[in-house]
C-alpha cells in the first residue's frame, strides 16, 4: 500500500462528498450527510501519513486504494 500525505487525503475525501467542518490545530475535521462516521485528518506538510492512519482513516470514509490514484 502507498502511503500519501494529508493533504492529499484531503483533497481526496472532499472529492467523495465530505465536508470540511473545522479545522482543530493541525487536524482537519470532516463530515458527509448520511454517513455517522466524522473524519480527522492529521496534516502536517507534505509528511505522509502512517500507514495504519491511512488504512483506518480509508476505513472510516468507505475508500478503497483505488480510490488513492
Known amino acids: 500500500m502507498r502511503t500519501i500525505s494529508g493533504k492529499m487525503?484531503?483533497?481526496i475525501v472532499e472529492n467523495q462528498?465530505?465536508?470540511l467542518k473545522r479545522v482543530t490545530g493541525s487536524h482537519h475535521i470532516y463530515v458527509k450527510e448520511d454517513?455517522?462516521?466524522?473524519l480527522s485528518i492529521p496534516v502536517h506538510g507534505n509528511r505522509?501519513?502512517?500507514?495504519?492512519?491511512?488504512k483506518s482513516i480509508m476505513k472510516?470514509?468507505?475508500?478503497?486504494e483505488d480510490d488513492l490514484g
Open 9 to 11: 487525503l484531503c483533497k
Open 17 to 19: 462528498g465530505w465536508e
Open 35 to 38: 454517513v455517522d462516521a466524522i
Open 48 to 54: 505522509d501519513l502512517p500507514k495504519g492512519t491511512l
Open 60 to 64: 472510516d470514509a468507505g475508500l478503497t
